[in-house]
């Protein structure tokens, strides 16, 4: 699946299935553009491209704040000059209960980051994408489908996500833009740590799922670039879930 010279935004790339994504992008050739909030950690995965590819263009932004999500689309043009794919991953959960005082909080701050910044970021981006003919990859989640009754924000917001993808899929047909989602189950990332979810261990999280085991992120990532590339030219408004047979 050759991207060589493509341009790839992935969001939320500098750790987990972001990360994994951004690295298989550029040993297929493509020009990464990595975007995260953490410097440190984006440098880390700028290495490894590097290793493996081309120099990806790194910036730091953090997508609740629209100015930051328009200069990754300014910056990127700018640098490149066009946009072919796009990998809306950044994302974040909090579990707290709707029971909860701070409820509102949690759930404001996980739809702002797992929702609204992937519909402003694709608004921004479609002008660029149509000049392409480009596409989409959304990264939802196995919740979007089940209940957690102490993730409802995070449930709410790729059960939204996955409407929206659907919804623009349409839109943009006519257009020969395609979108598509891909739902992980459990993947072995930091989101664990990142979220204060310290109960949990990704051994007690694997055995929850009838394959009895956890992603990693690279698992993740093949399927994104399989959807992103010709071989997925038929495909659009698809939801592929990678989760280990989570939603069964």
Sequence with gaps: MSFLNKVVIVTGSSS??????????SKEGAHVVLVGRNKEKLKNIRNQCVNVGKEPLVLVADFTKEDEAKSVIDK?????????VLVNNAG????????NKN?????????????RAAVYLTHLAMPHLIDTKGNIVNISSSYAKIHVAKSISYCTSKAGLNHFTRCIAARLAPLNVRVNIVSPGPVRTDILENSGMTNYTWDMVG?????????????IAETVLFLASEKAKSITGADYAVDNGTTL
């Design 92 to 99: 974040t959960t909090r579990e707290v209960d709707i029971l």
């Design 16 to 25: 987990g299935i972001g990360a994994a994504t951004a690295i298989e992008f």
């Design 76 to 84: 990127t043009i700018t640098t490149y000059g066009k946009l072919d």
């Design 103 to 115: 409820f509102m909080e949690a759930y404001d701050l996980v739809i702002n980051i797992n929702l």
């Design 207 to 219: 055995e929850t799922t009838p394959l009895k085991r956890v992603s990693e992120p690279e698992e």
